[in-house]
């Protein structure tokens, strides 16, 4: 039996619309993150045949393995989340009459202002080498947001952090749109963003006792 599976997305290929083409959605959800999962069932049936057979030759490329798909499938279920259409609410900037204050509040006390919080996590997708992400995660132990650059789907990042919004930078998240223009998705990503599902992770990232202490 499957371990992971392949969630639904919460809007139709044709939602975000001129931001993201029907094409893309369709594709990288159908597609690429249906492998992430696929990959990451594998790796865990590899796993278990070298536990049964007490075989640990390949254990190194393994784990690697699994890190690598099961953070795809995780970073590509919070993605599809964190976007809406912009008809439906989707983008601008977290208000507190929208409900989300304490989200916007958090943003002003970690980078300064949303302007300058908006710069970091655009010019951190932005150039991430080769394939990534960026991302604004809850860091515990200060209890303050910070942006990363996720290289990949691995490095990079504080351990501990809990991603809540995430920008993927990878090439097939958008090159039939904007061919090799990665700042211009980039840039128009923030048009789509469902502030109302980052202000959930945020406050359910808070509400976790973390396992770190000194």
């Known amino acids: 039996m499957a371990i992971y599976t392949l969630p639904e997305l919460p809007y139709d290929y044709a939602a975000l619309e001129p931001v993201i083409n029907p094409q893309i959605i369709e594709l990288h959800h159908d597609k690429h993150h249906a492998a992430y999962v696929k990959g990451a069932n594998d790796t865990l049936e590899q796993l278990e045949e070298a536990r049964d057979k007490d075989q640990w030759g390949a254990i190194n490329g393994l784990e690697k393995n699994l890190a690598f798909h099961l953070s ?7 993605y599809w989340n964190n976007m809406d259409s912009p008809k439906d ?3 601008g900037e977290p208000l507190a009459a929208d409900g989300v204050g304490e989200l916007a509040d958090a943003i002003t006390e970690s980078f300064g ?18 394939s990534g992400w960026g991302v604004l995660a809850y860091e515990p132990v200060s209890g303050r947001l910070v942006v990363e650059q996720v290289y990949d789907h691995q490095g990079n990042v504080g351990v501990g952090s809990v991603p809540v919004l995430v920008f993927d930078a990878w090439e097939h998240a ?8 990665k700042v211009d998705f980039i840039e128009a990503m923030w048009q789509v963003v469902n502030w109302q599902d980052v202000s959930r992770r945020y406050q ?8 770190i202490s000194f």
């Open 89 to 91: 609410g989707g983008g």
């Open 204 to 211: 359910a990232a808070k509400a976790s006792v973390p396992l």
């Open 72 to 78: 795809g499938h995780i970073l590509h279920s919070i």
């Open 174 to 181: 958008f090159y039939l749109q904007y061919k090799n223009q």
């Open 113 to 130: 202002s949303f302007a300058k919080f908006k710069a970091q996590l655009t010019k951190a997708s932005a150039t991430t080498q080769g």
